[in-house]
């Protein structure tokens, strides 16, 4: 079965600081990862994905994210947050044999303060 | 339509009344699934339909609970008995075939049971 765990409800951080959501994620097959956002009264959109390609993935609007197969981790960065960044963050994963259910983390609410 | 469309976007019921939440995916989109979104509770998974396998019922919270997809396309959600904990937002998603193929939201269902 896989999972995945967000540390962390809440981050707060001050525009122009780096922004690190964590994310672990457990699975018996090597996974598909992925990041989505939920920005304030929207639904939800992929920020980028892990497909077994490289391992340091880019996505939209300047985040990245490392995938780490020793640490089973799937981190959110981005070098300097900017106030719009402000929005719940999922980290999600599902096996990458067949076609399998989406498993998503808890959530983590990015704030950004000026 | 352009994009996964639900409805009713609000509803609200009181309590031991039955709800259909409708589901109208992106046309030609073979994965079809559902979600719940409680506060501090993420996304939960529900049920998961692609194209002509039997569906991934898993995540339905109880035998109140049901779920069809006629046609390969529309779905609708069925919530017997409502309950008070059912009150949550309903999010149906969409996708090409493909455990890597990122998902299209729709803005959700708000189901208020009172």
């Known amino acids: 079965a896989q999972s995945v765990t967000q540390l962390g409800s809440h981050v707060s951080v001050s525009e122009g600081a780096l922004v690190l959501l964590r994310c672990n994620y457990s699975s018996s097959v090597p996974p598909y990862l992925f990041w989505y956002v939920q920005y304030p009264n929207q639904g939800l959109q992929l920020l980028l994905k892990y497909t077994s390609a490289a391992t340091l993935v880019k996505g939209i609007n300047g985040f990245e994210a490392e995938f780490k197969k020793s640490e089973t981790s799937f981190h959110l960065t981005k070098p300097s947050a900017h106030m719009s960044d402000a929005a719940e963050y999922f980290c999600a994963v599902s096996p990458n044999t067949g076609f399998q259910k989406l498993v998503f983390g808890t959530g983590t609410r990015l704030l950004v303060s000026p | 339509g352009a994009g996964v469309s639900q409805s009713p976007s609000n509803k609200v019921t009181e309590k031991g009344k039955d709800v259909e939440l409708r589901c109208d995916p992106i046309s030609g989109h073979t994965a079809l699934y559902w979600y719940r979104q409680s506060l501090g509770q993420g996304l939960e998974f529900l049920i998961y339909f692609q194209g002509n396998s039997a569906p991934d019922k898993s995540g339905l919270p109880s035998d109140r609970f049901s779920a069809e997809r006629t046609g390969g396309s529309v779905s609708t959600l069925t919530i017997q008995r409502t309950q008070q904990e059912d009150s949550a937002v309903y999010l149906c998603?969409?996708?090409?075939?493909?455990?890597?193929?990122?998902?299209?939201f729709g803005s959700g269902t708000q189901l208020s049971v009172l």
């Open positions: 998603a969409s996708s090409t075939e493909g455990a890597n193929e990122k998902l299209f």
